[in-house]
């Protein structure tokens, strides 16, 4: 037996009709296809459901076995989608009544329902595949899915967006410090904001960005601290920059010679890193503060804002030996006494945890 399979990967017909999928048999699938004509005449699935139709018929007056049914997916996503066909498809095999080996022919509108072919393979073997097209559009929907699966996947988009967008910008680039007249501005301006489209296609910005705003947003209305913890770390840091370039200034004015690399690199370390130790101190007492109230708190959670402090006072020491504001022996100090608290409070909460769970096992086994 051919089972002529008619496939709406998206669910048009269930979502504009109502009507209850699969749909099996000649009759109820003339009268999905006339329900979803009246509904939206202008819907491709339409042409579809008409073409299974038509095979059917053909199929039919030559006395072959041949049955017909509409198969859908969901909106959710080619994933979901081809896992609720492959579905529908079982329900279809398990309600046609024959003996015979049932043979599919699956009728599509285009390259986006036939992605899901390999999923209906994996169930019925495939005799063909029939495309139905607008004659009016014949490759529209078709190149229209190629582009936009180019957009969609990282690794094409990567390979062919970002080399573009370098290109677009060659132009513009090639134009600073030049006088132009204004078509050749135009043009320029032009070039640049399109192959600063396609590079940030190309590296996904887009998905990030709404990723990072989704993220934010959720943060805000559950109420967590992270977010204002990680706003007030920004401004930490940015003062601490400002701090750190104010004593580079200094130390510049006051050498008698040229400064060298390490001494710019300690300079801007010793006129930053208070704040950036209070930048890092306040993002860990955030993220802790919401582990607590998730209820997900551990103890070595409470090492951070020490290790913080300990890292701080040790690159403050070795900042300042090298600018010659302290002697040696502070370094060696300020070294032994980080090391000593970052070690001191790993063990104080490594002990604090093991107390803790030794407690809960014997309550429990109370």
Partial sequence: MLLVLCVDLDDDLGRKTGFSTPVIGRDPVEEAA?????????????????????VYDDLAARDESVEVAVVTGNEEGDVSANREVGDEVDTVLANISTSEDVTALVVTDGAQDESVIPVIRSRVPID??????????????????TIKQVLDDPETRGTILIPLGI???I??????????????????????LLGLYLISRGLGLG???????????RSLYAGRMTLIAYVVAAALLALGGVSGMNALEQFEASANGPVGAPTILAALVYGSIQWFAAAGITTSLGQITDEYIAGTL???????PFYVVAMAIVLHAVSAFFLDEVSIAYLATALTGGTLLGIASTLAFAVAESRLSDGTRQAEGA
């Fill in 34 to 54: 006339v329900a979803l004509a009246t509904a939206d005449p202008e819907d491709s699935d339409v042409n579809v459901i008409f073409q299974g139709l038509h």
């Fill in 128 to 145: 063909g595949v029939r495309r139905v097209v607008v004659r009016q559009a014949q490759n529209l929907e078709s190149m229209y899915y």
């Fill in 167 to 169: 290109v677009l910008l």
């Fill in 171 to 192: 132009y513009p680039l090639a134009l600073v410090g030049t006088l132009v007249d204004f078509p050749g501005l135009v043009l320029g301006t032009t070039s640049a």
């Fill in 207 to 217: 998905e990030r960005l709404d990723a990072a705003v989704e993220r934010a947003r």
């Fill in 298 to 304: 551990e103890w070595r959670y409470l090492n951070a």
